[in-house]
């Protein structure tokens, strides 16, 4: 008779979610009820931050192989969300010291952390943290200002640049498997797919320098994806077909970053990468033919345009797939 007792590794999708939303709430009224009763105290506020994380990390020293992750959604989970919202109320003055503190709360915890699911909470806090505190160094002033919106461009464009470059790292067994992070690879690749879809948007959109440098980085992973699968006249015609799909990208960033992140997924078979990279290269397309600062003889232009490449696109193809 076949077994029907044995408990699964990891507790339903489902019931993570509300776990996790749950705790959060929980985290919430603490933090809320401490505040009515210790009010405008920062070393009050920084010892309890301190001993919120520290409980926590205790806690999660039993580890998700012996509750299957109840015990750290219950208890673990709030304690860190806690912990980590007195550090923003015990924060000084300065906004980026508070963000570095954190991002450096948040490493420590997960090294020191044994719970799966905390770990992976921890890992996608920290990635999140490290745009803002760049963004930290830029004066947020209420009134446009070019020169602002220029360094808030060379910002995201190099954080992109750095989630792609992390992303692509994390696909190499050899560099995984020696930082002893292996067992966090999938949240690394979904934190910096996130992140970096989230942040193109604040790019310029005018900038077709940005969006040559992500046209160049997809042609290079292209070709190294062809030398994998073919050679001889194949190898030269899908070395054309790929020029043509990224020289094609190279006028929008919006566009071209998703290609370069689509391709990269598809190294590994990413399925959840490659969606979310699928849906910001559709969204970069309906941006980009529907703006309305675009003349309509231009927008003619560009789909006759389209409707060439798309024909040579599907002659490459042919050849390639003889």
Known sequence: ?????????????ALLLVMGLGGTTVAGLLVGIVMLIVQEHSIAYGVLAVGAVVGAIAVSQKG????????????????????FMFGYLAGPNNHTLTLVLQFVAAVVSFALCRSHLCRQMLLCYAFVLVPFACFSFIDASPFHHPAKDHELGIACFAIVVACLGIYAASIADEWIGSSGIKDCAK????????????????IPKDNVVYAAVFAVISFAIACALLRKHVSGS??????????????STAVFPAMAMPVAGMLLSFLILDF???????????GGISYFYYDLDMLLINKSYLLMASGALFLLMFFFIKRVAR
């Open 187 to 202: 949240t690394i690749r979904f934190a910096s797919t996130a992140i970096s879809v989230a942040l193109v948007w604040f």
């Open 234 to 247: 194949r190898l030269i015609a899908g070395g054309a077909l790929a020029l043509l799909c990224c020289a």
């Open 272 to 282: 959840v990468g490659l969606t979310i990279f699928s849906a910001a290269f559709i």
């Open 1 to 13: 008779m076949e077994n029907n007792g044995c408990k699964p590794d990891r507790l339903p999708l």
């Open 64 to 83: 998700d192989a012996d509750s299957n992750g109840v015990w750290s959604m219950l208890v673990a989970f709030p304690l860190f969300i806690a912990g």
